[in-house]
C-alpha cells in the first residue's frame, strides 16, 4: 500500500519508530510461523501433538543460552512503548558462531536513522548463511538492472540436507491429478510445508528488509523449543526485498534527505523499472523481472504459503478482507487466511500488544497482488499491513492511544 502522508494537527500521541513499527512485527512473524504448525487438514503436514496456543514458558530464551546484552539493551533503548515488547522480542539470543546484524552491520535492526542497502543486506545474509547449518542463501534470479533477488532458506540441519527430497514432494502434491489419496497422504507424511516471506515490494515502505535479517538471525539461532519447532516442522524461505532496485534508489533518497536537511525530499520516481506501486499488478502481464523470477521461485518451491509484508494502515493488518471472496478460489484457502488470522490475533493480543486486526480490505477477485499466484494454485498467499514510516525515524501516530477522530489521521513526524 502507500506511503503515509502528513497534514494535520500534531497531538500528543504514541511515539513510532523503526523498532516499533518492525519488532512486533518479528513477532507476529514468530506467531504466524508457530501457528503455520497447526494448520487445517490440506496444510497437515507438521507434528499434531503441538498446541494452537503458546505460552510465555514456550516461547522465551532457553535457560542454557545466553542473551547477547549489547543488542537487548539497544533493543529496549529504542523502542518507546513497552507494549511493543514481548517475551519473543525484548531481547536478543547470543550465538557464538552466528553474526548478528550489529556484528556485520554495525547496528542493530531498528536503530534511528539507519536503512540499510541491498548489498548490505545481502552481505549480513551471506554471513549467516556461512556460519550457520541452518540457512541456505541463493538468487531467485536478476533484476530488471542486473542485481540479484537474494533469498534465504531457514531450517533444522537435517531438514536442508534432504531439501531436494522436500522440494520433490511439494512439486507431487501440487498436481493432484498425478497422485491418488493414498499417495497424497504418505507425501505429506514425509514432506514439510514451505512458508515464504517476503518484503520489499513497496521500496517506500522500508521496515520489512530491516526485520528480516533479525527475523533470519532468530530463527537461526535461537534454541527454545518455540524455535526448535519451527525449524523441525518447517522451511522458512525469506525473501527480504522482492524490489531490489527500488529499494536502493529508495535508500539513495533518504540518504540524500539525511545529508541535506534544507532540501527537500526527492520524489522516488522511476523505481520498480518504471511500474513503481504496480509491481503488484505484474501478474497481469509479467513485464518485469521480478516477476519472472516469483512465478520460477513458486513452481520450483511450490511454497504451503506465500506472505508478503506491506505498510500503510494503522496497527497490525492481518488480510482475511470480509468477502464476498472470488467464488473460483478454493473455499478451504479463503477460510485459512481466517484460520491463519485469528491465531495471529489472540497469540498478539495475549501478549498485550494492541490493535491487531483483521476482516479489512481484500477478496480475491483480481490477481492484482504478487501472492496470488499462490492463490491461484490452491497455496494460501496472505499479506500484513502495518504502521508505515517513510523513514528509520521516530513518528508520531496520534490516533494510536486513543479512538480515532473522524477519519484516520496521518503518521505525523515528532521531532524527537
Ligand atoms: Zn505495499
Not at 145 to 168: D, H, W, Y
Not at 219 to 239: C, G, H, M, P, W
Not at 263 to 276: E, F, I, Q, R, S
Request: include cysteine; hydrophobic fraction near 40%.
Amino acid at each position: 500500500m502507500s506511503q503515509m502522508n502528513s497534514g494535520i494537527s500534531n497531538k500528543k500521541g504514541l511515539f513510532l519508530g523503526p523498532s516499533q513499527i518492525w519488532r512486533p512485527l518479528i513477532l507476529v512473524m514468530m506467531v504466524l510461523l508457530f501457528s503455520s504448525l497447526h494448520p487445517s487438514p490440506s496444510l497437515q503436514a507438521a507434528n499434531p501433538s503441538l498446541s494452537l496456543s503458546t505460552s510465555p514458558n514456550q516461547t522465551s530464551s532457553s535457560p542454557a543460552q545466553k542473551i547477547d546484552e549489547e543488542y537487548t539493551k539497544k533493543i529496549l533503548e529504542y523502542t518507546s512503548e513497552k507494549f511493543f515488547l514481548t517475551e519473543l522480542v525484548d531481547h536478543l539470543p547470543a550465538s557464538e558462531t552466528v553474526p548478528t546484524p550489529a556484528d556485520v552491520l554495525g547496528e542493530v535492526i531498528g536503530a534511528p536513522n539507519i536503512l540499510h542497502y541491498t548489498d548490505e543486506i545481502f552481505k549480513y545474509l551471506g554471513a549467516v548463511a556461512e556460519a550457520s547449518p541452518r540457512v541456505i542463501i541463493f538468487s531467485l534470479g536478476p533484476t530488471d538492472e542486473g542485481k540479484e533477488m537474494m533469498t534465504v532458506a531457514v531450517s533444522s540441519e537435517a531438514n536442508l540436507q534432504r531439501l531436494p527430497r522436500i522440494k520433490e514432494i511439494l512439486s507431487q502434491l501440487a498436481d493432484p491429478r498425478l497422485i491418488d489419496e493414498a499417495t497424497a497422504e504418505k507425501l505429506i507424511a514425509a514432506g514439510l510445508p514451505v512458508y515464504w516471506l517476503t518484503g520489499g515490494l513497496h521500496s517506500p515502505e522500508c521496515g520489512s528488509p530491516e526485520m528480516l535479517m533479525e527475523l533470519t538471525y532468530r530463527l537461526a539461532v535461537d534454541e527454545s523449543q518455540f524455535y526448535r519447532d519451527i525449524r523441525k516442522n518447517l522451511i522458512v524461505l525469506i525473501t527480504p526485498v522482492l524490489e531490489v532496485d527500488g529499494r536502493d534508489r529508495y535508500v539513495d533518497t533518504y540518504l540524500y534527505k539525511k545529508a541535506h536537511k534544507d532540501k527537500k525530499t526527492l520524489p522516488l520516481v522511476y523505481w520498480g523499472n518504471y511500474v513503481a506501486h504496480d509491481n503488484n499488478r505484474d501478474f497481469l502481464g509479467v513485464a518485469l523481472k521480478l516477476t519472472e523470477n516469483l512465478l520460477r521461485a513458486y513452481f520450483d518451491w511450490h511454497p504451503t504459503i506465500m506472505h508478503d509484508l506491506h505498510e500503510s494502515v494503522p496497527y497490525l493488518y492481518v488480510s482475511t478482507g470480509t468477502g464476498p471472496y472470488n467464488a473460483w478460489l478454493d473455499p478451504i484457502m479463503i477460510d485459512e487466511w481466517h484460520e491463519l488470522a485469528y491465531v495471529e490475533i489472540s497469540e498478539m493480543t495475549k501478549r498485550g500488544v494492541p490493535g491487531v486486526w483483521t476482516h479489512g480490505f481484500y477478496n480475491g477477485w483480481a490477481p492484482s497482488y504478487a501472492f496470488y499466484i499462490a492463490m491461484a494454485h490452491n497455496s494460501v498467499g496472505r499479506f500484513y499491513e502495518t504502521f508505515g514510516a517513510p523513514a528509520p525515524t521516530l513518528w508520531c501516530a496520534q490516533w494510536a492511544l486513543r479512538p480515532p477522530e473522524p477519519g484516520i489521521g496521518p503518521i505525523l513526524p515528532c521531532g524527537r
